[in-house]
């Protein structure tokens, strides 16, 4: 199988003849940018639909492309157990002890049968051991268990906060999100609320509007203190008393309150905050497939969960570049309950904004069932791939054939739907019908064996053993990369360092000048810090730099905005101490917010007006020499990181650009060789019209193998789209023929040698063009890329210096 492998190919298993039903030696290869336009897996339990949405999340890994998967089931931790030494001892772990038992053997002995039961598998699909390593290290795999702590938790603490500028700035979009938010709210909480008309909603999709429009984020604390004492006085036209009066508003409070006190919702406050960019990339940036289990939970709390999550997701998808290349990958495992046809569930609204808009900014969606009735078939529409099993009723094909109908008709392509309603009706175990709008017919093909071991849904026990590791892992602090220092409370970090000297600043009650604040020479700014209590004095700087590097293309103008401490000392001040401000200069006061505010002891420098004139001197000088900005050069993409861009986020948008790069090259190459391929094959057709007389079976038999073979490798290398399946079995049956009819064993034999050398021009053509590609994908896997690193110092006079100031900061 390495000859497909990073050629954006996804190894799902081989076709089925459709006549024999029989298992064919040409592999399905699906094109990995086909599932931008999403995906539909529908089968009954025992279809082997898990195997197949286990398959393609492999595939996906494999080729360096992200991947969150909802697992309602509890099956798709599954992923987890990959065990490249198909050994006794790797199974026996995680094997079924019940199954064991029945089995009349040990967990031991057990372990050691299935492992190499699936040595068995893995080699009848032409994998092994080698292929699962490539599996585990193409991608980070992490188990995520929102509500429990059993497997990695999530924390929903950042999934109320202010959505991103793009959002904010689409009136529809802001009041999608608002509306499910609140719906989802309302639902966890057990309050039975109509969106967009019941009170409670209006109520609650109002202050989520209002605060995000405002840039603030809400928590249920805060969202549950503003609901009793909401920071608006008119709900539409009416005054907030009459639209929902302060009894009534307080009823709800107590509602929401009783869900944030209940004693198992504080694990929905720990673990990793639900990040869409955490759950796609590691720290370090390298690929991840996040596997999130909600099959611990109740409906309510899976309905609250999954209308968070695809919010998250529409929020991250509007903040990407367009592509039309698979960047990431959405695989719900069980969709029925959250897009059903006539309901409208939180869930739907998301939905349905990621199937009609997800696929301009590369993000695929695949959804999951065994429930074919209870979907929204007008929505699946959207979707371009079916992957169909076998089916529970008559209704539930009915309503499948509905799904594939409207996909066709959306597509425009043809749509045979009594041919397909037959195919259905003959469906065996592992075997799926595939109809790809982006192809010319649909195909039956057997599921490969998958990598990972199906031992079926793993237990809360099973699930904390599993991800002990990555959850300690994950608790421990990330050291912070080079490119972005972690940030420090100013005032405690110089304390700690002892730059106010031996003791801790001294706190006095100062006078007031006329507009409040320690009184000082007119001749010196001071600014204040809003909200201090007790204040102790710094220096500010503001300046403008500029910087511009023609080679590399930059010209960029920053503000830097920073502190540093003042002392008594003989140097009273030194920039080199200087740590960036944790505020904006435009919050700055003149005069503190705060009467009954103290203040340390100011230095006497800082009391002097000509030290601010050296100050600036030197803030100058520093600025120039230190404020350099790094950034992060790829020499074989010749790709630039954007100023503030870290060594992470580069590497992400680097194998994004590198991916299409590779996907327009690789529909190159495969352009470039149909052409060879068809002209080839037509020399072969002509060849078979000079055969008179018909030869031994045997004969035309090894012929029709020969070029049978010949088609299946260029038909996988190639593509459906490339040369099409019926140029292909022509070529085959014109090959077929050679050794059927024929008179004289003189013309026999020419064309049989005829053939033979086309053959071997054929061999030695998908040589040629499985080196073409295999030389694509190798110039654009730029995962393992050492990056330069680049210094870019401030342009001669390009240090502005706007402010030097005494500053007031909060202790």
């Given at each position: 199988?390495?000859?497909?492998?990073?050629?954006?190919?996804?190894?799902?298993?081989?076709?089925?003849?459709?006549?024999?039903?029989?298992?064919?030696?040409?592999?399905?290869?699906?094109?990995?940018?086909?599932?931008v336009?999403?995906?539909?897996?529908?089968?009954?339990?025992?279809?082997?639909?898990?195997?197949?949405?286990?398959?393609?999340?492999?595939?996906?890994?494999?080729?360096?492309?992200?991947?969150?998967?909802?697992?309602?089931?509890?099956?798709?931790?599954?992923?987890?157990?990959?065990?490249?030494?198909?050994?006794?001892?790797?199974?026996?772990?995680?094997?079924?002890?019940?199954?064991?038992?029945?089995?009349?053997?040990?967990?031991?002995?057990?372990?050691?049968?299935?492992?190499a039961?699936?040595?068995?598998?893995?080699?009848?699909?032409?994998?092994?051991g080698?292929?699962?390593?490539?599996?585990r290290?193409?991608?980070?795999?992490?188990?995520?268990?929102?509500?429990?702590?059993?497997?990695?938790?999530?924390?929903i603490?950042?999934?109320?906060?202010?959505?991103a500028?793009?959002?904010?700035?689409?009136?529809?979009l802001?009041?999608?999100?608002?509306?499910?938010?609140?719906?989802?709210?309302?639902?966890?909480?057990?309050?039975?609320?109509?969106?967009?008309?019941?009170?409670?909603?209006?109520?609650?999709?109002?202050?989520?509007?209002?605060?995000?429009r405002?840039?603030?984020?809400?928590?249920?604390?805060?969202?549950?203190?503003?609901?009793?004492?909401?920071?608006?006085?008119?709900?539409?036209?009416?005054?907030?008393?009459?639209?929902?009066?302060?009894?009534?508003?307080?009823?709800?409070?107590?509602?929401?309150?009783?869900?944030?006190?209940?004693?198992?919702?504080?694990?929905?406050?720990q673990?990793e905050?639900?990040?869409?960019?955490?759950?796609?990339?590691t720290?370090?940036?390298?690929?991840?497939?996040?596997?999130?289990?909600?099959?611990?939970?109740?409906?309510?709390?899976?309905?609250?969960?999954?209308?968070?999550?695809?919010?998250?997701?529409?929020?991250?998808?509007?903040?990407?570049?367009?592509?039309?290349?698979?960047?990431?990958?959405?695989?719900?495992?069980?969709?029925?309950?959250?897009?059903?046809?006539?309901?409208?569930?939180?869930?739907k609204g998301p939905?349905?904004?990621?199937?009609?808009?997800?696929?301009?900014?590369?993000?695929?969606?695949?959804?999951?069932?065994?429930?074919?009735?209870?979907?929204?078939?007008?929505?699946?529409?959207?979707?371009?791939?079916?992957?169909?099993?076998?089916?529970?009723?008559?209704?539930?094909k009915?309503?499948?054939?509905?799904?594939?109908?409207?996909a066709?008709?959306?597509?425009?392509?043809?749509?045979?739907?009594?041919?397909?309603?037959?195919?259905?009706?003959?469906?065996?175990?592992?075997?799926?019908?595939?109809?790809?709008?982006?192809?010319?017919?649909?195909?039956?093909?057997?599921?490969?064996?998958?990598?990972?071991?199906?031992?079926?849904?793993?237990?809360?026990?099973?699930i904390?053993?599993?991800?002990?590791?990555?959850?300690?892992?994950?608790?421990a602090?990330?050291?912070?990369?080079?490119?972005?220092?972690?940030?420090?409370?100013?005032?405690?970090?110089?304390?700690?360092?002892?730059?106010?000297?031996?003791?801790?600043?001294?706190?006095?009650?100062?006078?007031?000048?006329s507009?409040?604040?320690?009184?000082?020479?007119?001749?010196?700014?001071?600014?204040?810090?809003?909200?201090?209590?007790?204040y102790?004095?710094?220096?500010?700087?503001?300046?403008?730099?500029?910087?511009s590097?023609?080679?590399?293309?930059l010209d960029?103008?920053?503000?830097?905005?920073?502190?540093?401490?003042?002392?008594?000392?003989?140097?009273?001040?030194?920039?080199?101490h200087?740590?960036?401000?944790?505020?904006?200069?435009?919050?700055?006061?003149?005069?503190?917010?705060?009467?009954?505010?103290?203040f340390?002891?100011?230095?006497?420098?800082a009391?002097?007006?000509?030290?601010?004139?050296?100050?600036?001197?030197?803030?100058?000088?520093?600025?120039?020499?230190?404020?350099?900005?790094?950034?992060?050069?790829?020499?074989r993409?010749?790709?630039?990181?954007?100023?503030?861009?870290?060594?992470?986020?580069?590497?992400?948008?680097?194998?994004?650009?590198?991916?299409?790069?590779?996907?327009?090259?690789?529909?190159?190459?495969?352009?470039?060789?149909?052409g060879?391929?068809?002209?080839?094959?037509?020399?072969?057709r002509?060849?078979?019209?000079?055969?008179?007389?018909?030869?031994?079976?045997?004969?035309?038999?090894?012929?029709?193998?020969?070029?049978?073979?010949?088609?299946?490798?260029?038909?996988?290398?190639?593509?459906?789209?490339?040369?099409?399946?019926?140029?292909?079995?022509?070529?085959?049956?014109?090959?077929?023929?050679?050794?059927?009819?024929?008179?004289?064993?003189?013309?026999?034999?020419?064309?049989t040698?005829?053939?033979a050398?086309?053959?071997?021009?054929?061999?030695?053509?998908?040589?040629?063009?499985?080196?073409?590609?295999?030389?694509?994908?190798?110039?654009?896997?730029?995962?393992?890329?050492?990056?330069?690193?680049?210094?870019?110092?401030?342009?001669?006079?390009?240090?502005?210096?706007?402010?030097?100031?005494?500053?007031?900061?909060?202790?």
């Amino acid at each position: 199988m390495t000859s497909y492998e990073k050629l954006g190919l996804f190894y799902l298993g081989r076709e089925i003849d459709t006549t024999s039903k029989a298992r064919l030696e040409a592999p399905l290869l699906y094109d990995s940018s086909d599932l931008v336009t999403h995906g539909v897996i529908a089968g009954m339990t025992g279809s082997g639909k898990t195997g197949l949405g286990i398959d393609l999340i492999e595939e996906a890994a494999i080729d360096g492309v992200p991947v969150i998967a909802i697992d309602p089931k509890g099956d798709l931790g599954n992923l987890l157990l990959t065990f490249p030494g198909l050994s006794g001892p790797e199974f026996a772990p995680w094997v079924n002890p019940d199954e064991a038992r029945r089995a009349g053997q040990t967990p031991e002995a057990f372990g050691a049968a299935e492992a190499a039961r699936w040595a068995k598998g893995l080699a009848e699909w032409d994998q092994d051991g080698s292929r699962i390593e490539r599996l585990r290290h193409a991608a980070d795999f992490a188990l995520f268990t929102p509500g429990s702590a059993s497997g990695r938790p999530l924390s929903i603490v950042q999934s109320f906060g202010a959505p991103a500028a793009a959002i904010v700035n689409d009136p529809e979009l802001l009041a999608d999100r608002a509306t499910t938010a609140a719906t989802s709210v309302l639902t966890l909480a057990g309050v039975n609320a109509e969106p967009l008309r019941s009170r409670e909603h209006v109520l609650l999709s109002t202050l989520f509007t209002e605060a995000w429009r405002a840039g603030a984020s809400l928590d249920l604390p805060a969202l549950i203190t503003q609901v009793q004492t909401p920071p608006l006085t008119r709900v539409g036209v009416l005054d907030l008393e009459s639209f929902y009066p302060a009894k009534d508003r307080f009823a709800l409070a107590m509602q929401l309150n009783q869900l944030l006190a209940a004693p198992g919702f504080g694990a929905w406050l720990q673990g990793e905050p639900l990040t869409i960019d955490r759950l796609f990339y590691t720290e370090q940036g390298r690929p991840r497939v996040s596997i999130i289990s909600i099959a611990h939970l109740d409906d309510q709390e899976r309905m609250f969960f999954v209308t968070l999550l695809l919010n998250e997701l529409v929020g991250w998808m509007r903040s990407q570049r367009g592509t039309s290349s698979l960047r990431a990958l959405v695989y719900f495992d069980e969709i029925a309950g959250f897009l059903p046809p006539v309901a409208n569930p939180p869930s739907k609204g998301p939905l349905l904004t990621l199937l009609k808009q997800a696929r301009a900014f590369g993000l695929g969606l695949t959804v999951a069932t065994q429930n074919p009735v209870d979907l929204d078939y007008k929505a699946l529409a959207n979707c371009g791939t079916w992957m169909l099993g076998r089916l529970q009723t008559d209704r539930d094909k009915a309503r499948v054939l509905d799904g594939l109908e409207g996909a066709s008709g959306r597509a425009g392509t043809g749509f045979d739907r009594s041919g397909l309603d037959a195919l259905l009706s003959s469906l065996g175990k592992r075997v799926f019908l595939l109809h790809n709008v982006h192809e010319k017919a649909p195909v039956l093909f057997e599921t490969r064996w998958t990598m990972s071991y199906l031992r079926g849904p793993l237990g809360r026990e099973e699930i904390r053993t599993l991800t002990a590791p990555q959850s300690a892992a994950a608790a421990a602090p990330a050291a912070a990369p080079a490119s972005a220092p972690a940030q420090v409370p100013m005032v405690s970090a110089f304390a700690a360092e002892g730059r106010y000297g031996e003791t801790s600043p001294k706190l006095a009650r100062n006078s007031y000048a006329s507009g409040g604040g320690p009184v000082l020479d007119s001749a010196i700014a001071q600014y204040f810090v809003p909200g201090g209590n007790a204040y102790v004095p710094m220096v500010l700087g503001v300046a403008r730099i500029s910087y511009s590097d023609a080679k590399l293309g930059l010209d960029e103008t920053r503000e830097v905005v920073v502190l540093t401490p003042i002392t008594d000392g003989p140097v009273a001040l030194d920039w080199e101490h200087a740590e960036p401000a944790d505020f904006a200069v435009n919050d700055l006061l003149r005069a503190p917010d705060n009467a009954s505010a103290t203040f340390a002891a100011l230095p006497a420098p800082a009391a002097r007006a000509r030290s601010y004139a050296t100050w600036e001197k030197d803030f100058a000088r520093w600025a120039a020499q230190s404020q350099s900005i790094e950034l992060f050069k790829s020499p074989r993409a010749k790709l630039l990181s954007a100023p503030d861009e870290s060594e992470r986020d580069f590497r992400i948008r680097l194998g994004s650009d590198a991916r299409e790069a590779r996907d327009a090259g690789l529909a190159k190459v495969r352009e470039r060789y149909a052409g060879k391929v068809a002209t080839l094959q037509d020399r072969i057709r002509r060849a078979e019209q000079t055969v008179q007389v018909q030869s031994e079976q045997a004969t035309g038999a090894k012929l029709s193998a020969a070029v049978s073979i010949g088609a299946t490798i260029f038909g996988a290398l190639l593509g459906r789209k490339a040369v099409s399946a019926s140029t292909l079995g022509r070529a085959t049956t014109a090959a077929r023929g050679m050794g059927k009819v024929g008179r004289e064993a003189q013309d026999v034999t020419r064309a049989t040698e005829n053939v033979a050398a086309l053959t071997e021009q054929l061999n030695d053509l998908q040589a040629a063009l499985e080196t073409a590609l295999q030389a694509v994908s190798a110039e654009w896997d730029l995962s393992a890329e050492p990056l330069e690193r680049v210094l870019v110092k401030p342009k001669r006079g390009g240090v502005s210096v706007q402010l030097v100031a005494l500053a007031w900061v909060s202790s």
